[in-house]
């Protein structure tokens, strides 16, 4: 096992915590720059399960591997009876080129940490370590869920879960690091927080022809754009104001010389919400509407609707208890109940299955010029940020412990 330094006695567990952590601070940092340097893909990680396995394992805890297929599982038993906490952080990069010109920018061409998933990953490891160096202490076991696949659906979640990942846990708690709300503040809510993400995807098939002879086609790209206009139309005219919802189209694509009348164009794009009856409008009116507009123009359209993660509705108490504990923890100078964001995040299916929360920590980076959003090429975090976080999960454990003791 990794030692680390011991304390004096008089020190709470929350307070020997916050201390090693900020002790292991460095580390953290080191940790997370080398995954930036080595990113991987969904579905595509073999390394970074390997490095954080061996951390895993260097520490004495309890390893699994192979989890859902590209998962790692760590197991920390206390040396006193007690509930099960879980703590989740994702790994997988995306398929960005890198343009931060940082020093330990990505050594992968295309392929970036452009979310935060290397600061979730080594805030945890530094934190397995710390909880581990205390675990004679510890009333209950912690489940450190390290999760691929994130960010393309369909997750890892799912598959981390049906291989039992959740087994025995009572309890779960995750965190986002988020680059547009300011370093040292935390985000939380009760029930929803984050949005189910779908996509759909519409084929409009008319008749081609010469950009001199209009009468004689059905125009796909005049029939593509006005059922584009039409499906903003869903949300004011057939969602409950009341509700929350988005459609947005982010692909509209159509090759053709510069005097052809396309007979075919390519619309794909994404809905967001948090109810499911919601959900199943959007899914019905968006394939509706696309077939009778096409059908209208005398074409065809084949609209296919394609469910992502669902939302992320936090559990009331466990959401509580994260706005308690972020208000006690080290690095913490705002704690606040944010409104629901449309963004989607697989962590989701875990609180389908026990109880916990989510929740964003501060991340952005005090002296910058620009703050750039979650998969910009040019992301960034603020890196105290992790030490945060880390505090606040490691928080949420103690505080598990104390109230089902």
């Known amino acids: ?17 916050q201390q090693l952590l900020n002790d292991h601070y460095d ?3 080191e940790i997370r720059r080398h995954l930036h340097e080595n990113p991987e893909l969904s579905f595509q990680e073999v390394e970074t399960p390997k490095y954080i396995a061996d951390y895993q394992r260097k520490l004495g805890n309890e390893v699994r591997e192979g989890v859902g297929e590209r998962g790692v599982v760590a197991v920390l038993e206390g040396g006193k009876p007690g509930p099960t906490v879980a703590l989740r952080a994702d790994f997988d990069a995306l398929p960005i080129h890198e343009e931060t010109e940082l020093p330990f920018a990505s050594k992968t061409d295309g392929v970036m940490h452009a979310c935060g998933h290397d600061g979730h990953t080594a805030e945890l490891l530094v934190l397995a370590k710390v909880l581990t160096s205390m675990k004679e202490e510890l009333a209950g076991s912690v489940v450190f869920i390290h999760q691929h696949a994130e960010e393309y659906a369909p997750g890892g979640a799912q598959a981390m879960i049906a291989d039992g990942c959740l087994d025995g846990v009572d309890v779960i708690y995750g965190t986002h690091l988020w680059s547009m709300i300011p370093h040292g503040t935390v985000e939380y809510t009760e029930g929803p927080i984050m949005a189910a993400a779908d996509k759909f995807s519409i084929n409009v098939k008319g008749k081609g022809g010469h950009g001199a002879q209009p009468h004689m086609t059905k125009d796909s790209i005049l029939i593509g754009a006005q059922i584009v206009q039409t499906l903003q139309h869903i949300v004011s005219r057939n969602v409950d104001p009341m509700d929350s919802a988005v459609v947005s189209v982010g692909h509209f694509e159509s090759v053709n010389a510069y005097n052809v009348i396309a ?81 989607g995040e697989d962590f989701a299916y875990y609180l389908k299955h026990v109880k916990g929360a989510f929740f964003f920590t501060g991340a952005m980076k005090p002296d910058a010029k620009v703050t750039y959003p979650h998969h910009h090429p040019k992301f960034d975090i603020e890196e105290r940020a992790m030490l945060n976080a880390a505090n606040v999960l490691g928080g949420l454990v103690l505080e598990t412990f104390d109230q089902m003791k």
């Open 27 to 29: 580390e953290m940092v």
């Open 263 to 343: 007979d075919k164009v390519k619309i794909i794009g994404t809905a967001r919400s948090f109810e499911e009856d919601v959900r199943d409008l959007l899914e019905e009116r968006i394939i509706t509407l696309a077939q009778g507009v096409a059908s209208g123009y005398g074409a065809e359209a084949e609209a296919i609707y394609e469910r992502g993660y669902p939302a992320v509705i936090n559990h009331e108490e466990q959401a509580k208890i994260v706005g308690k504990v972020a208000e006690q923890s080290a690095g913490i100078d705002h704690v606040e109940v944010t409104s629901p964001q449309m963004g």
């Open 1 to 17: 096992m990794i030692k680390i330094s011991i304390y004096e006695e008089g020190f709470t567990l929350l307070e020997k915590m």
